[in-house]
Nanobody, 132 residues
Framework: QVQLVESGGGLVQPGGSLRLSCTTS????????VGWFRQAPGKEREGITC????????YYTKSVKGRFTISRDNAKNTVYLQMSSLKPEDTGIYFC?????????????????????????WGQGTQVTVSS
């Protein structure tokens, strides 16, 4: 059983940067894929990025590609989300989630890149607010 804990959220001005961390209070992230989802006010939760356990391979939705970077440090049992050039529309609750698989599951030809149902473990979320 993996228990995920996010940290690093807060208030930041447009154009600013923030780094989120996802670690485990129980279990290990070393051999599983980890993704980040976010839920904006009044909207459904959407997957924005995922990193596989090996190589590692990363995936991003169009809305964050080029601005966000996901990385992992298996020695520290932590996955990071570096967010730059933040926009007000990036505001929301950010969740890390883990699959029961070393590889990210992703989809083409749909309005989404990632599905919540592919992820078995979830953190409680951390609030990110982008506002001047």
């Amino acid at each position: 059983q993996v228990q995920l804990v996010e940290s690093g959220g807060g208030l930041v001005q447009p154009g600013g940067s923030l780094r989120l961390s996802c670690t485990t209070s129980r279990g290990t992230l070393g051999n599983i894929a980890v993704g980040w989802f976010r839920q904006a006010p009044g909207k459904e939760r959407e997957g924005i990025t995922c990193i596989s356990s090996s190589e590692p391979t990363t995936y991003y939705t169009k809305s964050v590609k080029g601005r966000f970077t996901i990385s992992r440090d298996n020695a520290k049992n932590t996955v990071y989300l570096q967010m730059s050039s933040l926009k007000p529309e990036d505001t929301g609750i950010y969740f890390c989630a883990a699959e029961h698989s070393p590889r990210c599951t992703w989809y083409t030809g749909y309005s989404y890149l990632f599905r919540e149902s592919d992820y078995d473990y979830w953190g409680q979320g951390t609030q990110v607010t982008v506002s001047s």
